[in-house]
């Protein structure tokens, strides 16, 4: 299989303790984005990588969390000190720079996370 | 405030007939939209796409129209068939300000239900 994958698929945690979720995306990809979508929403933007440098993130991604493409590759995502309002599917995206336009990202099936 | 929006949380059509998802945008800086599909437990699967400057855009059963005067677009499906029955997601796109890649932004989605 040679799409977008994600692990671990689901993550039960206490309130207080940090997780981490890892991407590996498809392997020609140059960039790779990470969404989080609760129930009855869209996918909202995290962050994205360009290979390893991060360039952008968003307002949602608070000092909390952390992400990292460390050799342009696989990507990891890291919670500190969850709260119960970080329960939501977080999704891995990734796509091909041609320059045009067209790009489409490719999502991973998510990490769904449950903090009690 | 919400920039896509699709404000038709579900919809149920009968198996050959056609499937109609609309999806009105307020950015005008959006160029580039998206339609994915989501089975439960999946990530997105990407669709069809049409770039700003076309007003249709065709792929076998799935066809996206877009009014950009209105700011709406839409999927049609024909004919549909149970398979078709997922959540679908509007997407519009616009480059993020520190490089050529591309920000989406994501509708609330509408849950297809076709009937055999």
């Known amino acids: 299989d040679t799409g977008v994958s994600q692990d671990p698929r689901h993550k039960i945690t206490k309130r207080g303790q940090n997780v981490t979720f890892r991407c590996d995306p498809i392997s020609e990809h140059n960039r790779l984005y990470w969404y989080r979508q609760t129930l009855g929403q869209g996918p909202e933007f995290l962050t994205y990588f360009q290979n390893e440098a991060q360039l952008e993130k968003s307002r949602l991604l608070s000092d909390r969390f952390s992400a990292e493409r460390p050799k342009g590759s696989f990507s990891t995502l890291e919670i500190q000190r969850t709260e119960q309002g970080d329960s939501a599917m977080y999704l891995c995206a990734s796509s091909l720079d041609l320059g045009r336009v067209t790009s489409a990202q490719y999502f991973g099936p998510g990490t769904r996370l449950l903090v009690l | 405030d919400q920039q896509v929006k699709q404000n038709s949380p579900s919809l149920s059509v009968q198996e050959g007939r056609i499937s109609i998802l609309n999806c009105d945008y307020t950015?005008?800086?959006?160029?580039?939209f998206l339609w994915y599909k989501k089975y439960p437990a999946e990530g997105p699967t990407f669709l069809i796409s049409?770039?700003?400057?076309?007003d249709k855009n065709e792929d076998g059963r799935f066809t996206v129209f877009l009014n950009k005067s209105a700011k709406h677009l839409s999927l049609h499906i024909v004919p549909s068939q149970p398979g078709d029955s997922a959540v679908y997601f509007c997407a519009a796109s616009r480059p993020f300000t520190s490089g050529s890649a591309r920000q989406l932004t994501f509708g609330s989605g509408t849950q297809l239900t076709v009937l055999p």
């Open positions: 049409i770039s700003s400057i076309k």
């Open positions: 950015n005008s800086m959006f160029d580039y």
